[in-house]
């Protein structure tokens, strides 16, 4: 479907959960945040529901996020819902990593395709300290699992500091390049600035260009990261939530003040 601006709208993110096992310096805060009432959440059945509606719109790119998605229970079943939905070309997912050794091969049978994978350092210290709960260990067999399973391309998403030392950076350009990872760099945004650019090695960031939507793990749609506009869809219905989404899609972002990289998935 085409929005005012003429873009072909076949992107849609979905979080499905606010819930994450790191608190990352730049997402989240150390004592971590007032989580979503386990009713407003949305269930697999309704996900799956709002998917077959976008689909018929003219979706056909998914991406799971949270969140972390793999602290999401049954994250291997709704990729299977998921997958079983004609018309979806790619089903992908944005991970920390720190789960995907347990779940890479049993999301790759059920259907997941490809994954991301935030990883801001190879320094186990340095790791810990961004992530405050994170070991570096756990995301390297992550990747090796990805890989082992046929989650290919495997993306490394690393966000970049304005602090952020260029030797780390190029320690994890080399790193990537040796085990055959696609790098993706992400200059930290800032929501109620709206601070955001191009990602180097992506496509995010440009609004020339930009085909995504965003359901929320609470049922909110959403035309634009960087916009505060967003349709329920336990209010409006799935259609019309999404028709006003896409209707109504800016010609470029601007600022979010209330909004979240966590709770809307980046």
């Not at 890479?104 to 395709?113: F, I, P, T």
């Not at 780390?168 to 930290?188: A, G, P, T, V, W």
């Not at 219905?237 to 909004?259: C, F, V």
Request: proline share 3%; net charge neutral; charged share 30%.
């Amino acid at each position: 479907m085409l929005d005012n601006y003429n873009r072909n709208i076949n992107y849609l993110r979905i979080s499905v959960t606010d819930r994450c096992n790191l608190r990352c310096t730049y997402c989240m805060p150390e004592e971590g945040i007032d989580l979503m009432a386990h009713d407003e959440v949305l269930s697999f059945e309704q996900i799956t529901d709002f998917v077959k509606e976008a689909v018929a719109s003219g979706i056909t790119k998914i991406r799971l996020t949270g969140g972390e998605p793999l602290v999401r229970k049954g994250i291997v079943d709704l990729v299977q819902l998921l997958s079983d939905i004609p018309g979806i070309d790619e089903i992908a997912m944005t991970t920390n990593g720190i789960l995907l050794e347990k779940y890479a091969d049993r999301l790759a049978k059920a259907g997941l395709q490809r994954v991301n994978i935030s990883l801001d350092t190879l320094k186990p210290e340095k790791y810990r300290e961004i992530t405050r709960l994170g070991n570096i260990e756990d995301v390297f067999k992550g990747i090796k699992a990805a890989q082992k399973a046929g989650l290919n391309p495997v993306k490394i998403n690393c966000v970049r500091m304005p602090d952020a030392d260029l030797d780390d950076l190029e320690d994890l350009r080399k790193f990537c390049k040796s085990n055959n990872l696609d790098l993706r760099f992400i200059k930290q945004m800032d929501l109620a600035s709206g601070e955001f650019s191009v990602v180097e090695g992506g496509k995010g960031g440009n609004c020339l260009e930009c085909n995504r939507i965003r359901l929320t793990a609470n049922g909110k749609v959403k035309p634009c990261l960087f916009n505060a506009s967003e349709f329920d869809i336990k209010e409006l219905g799935i259609k019309k939530a999404i028709d006003n989404s896409i209707n109504q899609k800016p010609e470029a972002g601007t600022k979010n003040k209330n909004g979240s990289f966590y709770g809307i998935g980046g």
